[in-house]
Every structure is written in C-alpha cells, then in structure tokens.
C-alpha cells in the first residue's frame, strides 16, 4: 500500500507569491478601472465649491498683503508715485493620507466568481468617492464650528478648519489684516409652522445681496460683489422652489389698502440660483457670491489603486490612496445663516 503522505507530497506544484499576480492581475486591474469609470459617472456634489491644484510636497503657503491703496494724481515729469504696502496674514493648507483596501481569494478567481469581486471592486472605488464628499461636505458642516471628519486627534469642541485669520469658515468677528473687523455671518433665522417663512427666506436673500455690495477688502476698501448662488439642504428645495420661483410675493398682511396691494408687490428675488446640497446639514445656509474665491482643495496625491501581493500566494490585494487636504485664506466670498425650525417646514 502506497505511502498517502509521500503521494500527496509528489502532486504537490510549487506556486510562488507573484505567479497568482502574474495570472489574475490584469484581469483585476481591469475590474478596478471598470469600476471607477462607473464611479466616475456619479456627479460629485462638493468638490464644485472648491478651486482644487496639486502640490506633490503636501502643503502650500500663503502670505498676504495690505495697504496697496489707488493711484495718485502724477505728471509724467514727476517721481513715480510707488505702491506700498504691509504684510498681511501668513497661512498654510497641509495635506493628509487616506486608504482602503480588499483582497481576493484565489479561490473566487479559479471559480470565476467575478461577479462577488466586481462587487468589492465597486465597493473600494465607492468608498473613496464617498469618502471626498464627505471631507468636502465637512467644511461647510462645520464652517460655524465643529470637529474634522475622520480626524481622532482632536477632542469634542474643537474646530482644525480656520482660514488665516484664525476664524472658523463663517464667522461675526474676523480680523483685517490692516485693522478692524468684519462679518460673513449673517442673523440667524428661526422658521415657525404656520409662520410666513417664504418672505422670511426672501428678506434673507436680499439682506445677504445688500450685504455683497457692502463688502470691503482687507484694505477696508469698498468692493461690491454680487449673488452667484444659494446653496441650502434638501429640506429647504421646495421653499426655494417657491421663492425663487414666483412673480409676486404675498405679504399676509391684509389690513388695509394700501397693506392689500402689496400683497401684489413683485418679488425681487425671482430667478436667484440655487443649488440643493444633498450633504449639507439641515440648518445652514450658504451664499457664494461673485468673485475670487479662496476656498481650496489641494492634492498631494489624487486617487491611485495598486495591485500586489503581499506574502500569503493565495490571496491578491487591489489598495486605494489619496492625499489631500483643505483650506482658505480669506472666505470674501461665503456668507451664511444658521436656520431653526426646519421641520417646521
């Protein structure tokens, strides 16, 4: 009788680690390109706010500058007059690494169970893009204040994202470099049930237009902006939908004659662009206004996958890695509102 042992150790074939790469590998990488294609066909909602650049040495450095001034009166006989001016606020957007990764039995590829590793395939490429909405999204969530997503090494309370004067994306009290204050927060509004919240909504526009062509730069400087586009939450659509929407504007107010014909009164509010930011929380309310806008998003490494193996020849491994980070100098361009009562809606 035959030795069992000795037999099966004769029909034993030596597979070294990089033969299941060499095998399966396209056909994987294939199915990873697949599925960001497919992923790359789902519109990104927030990276649209953002002015996005590549720094491969992960940070970029900003210096500011004030006290440029206008022009003077000047003969061409006389010294040319020369702009001056002082350092502003210094600044600086670094980066951080994010990763994810599956792996893949050597059995699912002898059996062709394609289908269950497309499905992990789709998953990692979803998780990444996912994963940037999300951090995009969690600029705006925490503009008032708040802590980063995905960041354990801040405690409860704490807001990482300040632009170079230190305060949060909004804010009632931000520092010119050159001197006094300034406000890209505007009132907060509370919407009642039963309460008139539409002309609430529209006196909040036009307050918000009012305030653009107020601006002044960091040179205390007027410099009117105007509106580009309302941004709210999906609870707030259909009450944009009728602001924006409609030709006249009804005040409620039916007291007198005079109160009756401006319940006619036109809406100056009417075709205001707005966009439903499926990622926004509930309560806020933001304003983009005309203009050069400093929100960044900078890459040190834009999503890349990698195949390999890693020591066990019976399982393959497709990684996903990315680098970025956020930030902006001087947010001239956002306003926003903090709202309650959007359930009253």
Not at 149 to 156: C, F, K, L, T, W
Not at 262 to 268: E, K, L, P, Y
Not at 270 to 293: A, H, K, P, R
Request: include cysteine.
């Amino acid at each position: 009788m035959a030795n069992i042992l000795a037999v099966a150790q004769s029909v034993i074939q030596a597979t070294p680690g990089h033969e299941l790469l060499e095998k399966y590998g396209a056909l994987l990488r294939t199915g990873i390109d697949k599925a960001y294609k497919r992923q790359a066909k789902m519109p990104m909602q927030g990276q649209k706010y953002f002015m996005s650049s590549m720094e491969s040495k992960g940070y970029k450095k900003f210096q500011g500058k004030v006290g440029t001034g206008l022009m003077t009166q000047s003969r061409d006989n006389d010294l040319l007059p020369k702009i001056e001016g002082g350092l502003g606020f210094d600044y600086e957007i670094s980066t951080a690494g994010y990763r994810a990764a599956i792996s893949v039995e050597r059995e699912l590829l002898e059996r062709e169970q394609y289908g269950m590793i497309g499905k992990e395939q789709r998953d990692l490429a979803n998780a990444s893009q996912r994963t940037i909405e999300l951090l995009c999204a969690d600029v705006f969530n925490r503009g008032f204040g708040g802590v980063a997503y995905g960041d354990p090494y801040n405690a409860a309370g704490l807001a990482p994202f300040t632009c170079e004067d230190g305060a949060y994306l909004i804010s009632t009290a931000r520092n010119n470099p050159a001197a006094g204050t300034w406000s890209n927060r505007i009132a907060d509004i509370a919407f009642t049930a039963g309460g008139n919240n539409d002309a609430l909504m529209a006196d909040l526009i036009r307050d918000v237009k009012l305030m653009a062509r107020q601006y002044k730069n960091d040179d205390g400087v007027l410099s009117p902006m105007t509106l580009k586009r309302v941004i709210v939450s999906p609870v707030l659509e259909d009450l944009m939908m009728r602001v924006t929407g409609t030709k006249l504007v009804y005040s409620g107010d039916t007291t007198s004659a005079v109160d009756r014909f401006s319940d006619q009164a036109v809406n100056t509010v009417t075709g205001t662009q707005y966009e439903v930011y499926d990622w926004l929380s509930d309560g806020l309310i933001y304003f983009e206004l005309q203009g050069d806008n400093e929100l960044e998003l900078l890459w040190r490494v834009k999503p890349g996958t990698m195949t390999y193996t890693d020591g066990n020849p019976d399982m393959i491994n497709q990684r996903v890695r990315m680098s970025l980070g956020f930030g902006c100098p001087r947010p001239s361009t956002w306003i926003g509102c903090s709202a309650t009562g959007t359930d009253n809606l």
